[in-house]
């Protein structure tokens, strides 16, 4: 066995793809992070002022009256918050 050279594995593996991440397609990386990741913004809904909750690749998921609510919201879901402005 030799110890001062690293084996390469016959087929890719997921650890290969999060290392060449500079060559990933649109589609891949729209879902990157979409389990992980809510976006929020501010967003006017029947004349009222209101937080539109979005999945990483923009699908909306909820609306929250508030700043607070939409963070506990997603926190709750186990996700982390981003904004949008």
Do not use: W
Not at 22 to 50: D, F, M, T, W
């Amino acid at each position: 066995m030799n110890t001062n050279s690293i084996e390469q594995p016959d087929e890719p593996t997921a650890i290969a793809a999060i290392l060449d991440i500079r060559h990933i397609s649109a589609e891949q990386l729209g879902q990157l992070g979409l389990q992980q990741i809510a976006y929020v913004k501010p967003v006017v809904v029947n004349g009222s002022a209101c937080f539109a909750i979005h999945a990483a690749d923009g699908t909306p998921m909820a609306l929250a009256g508030g700043l607070d609510v939409a963070m506990a919201a997603i926190a709750q879901h186990e996700m982390v918050p981003a904004q949008v402005h």
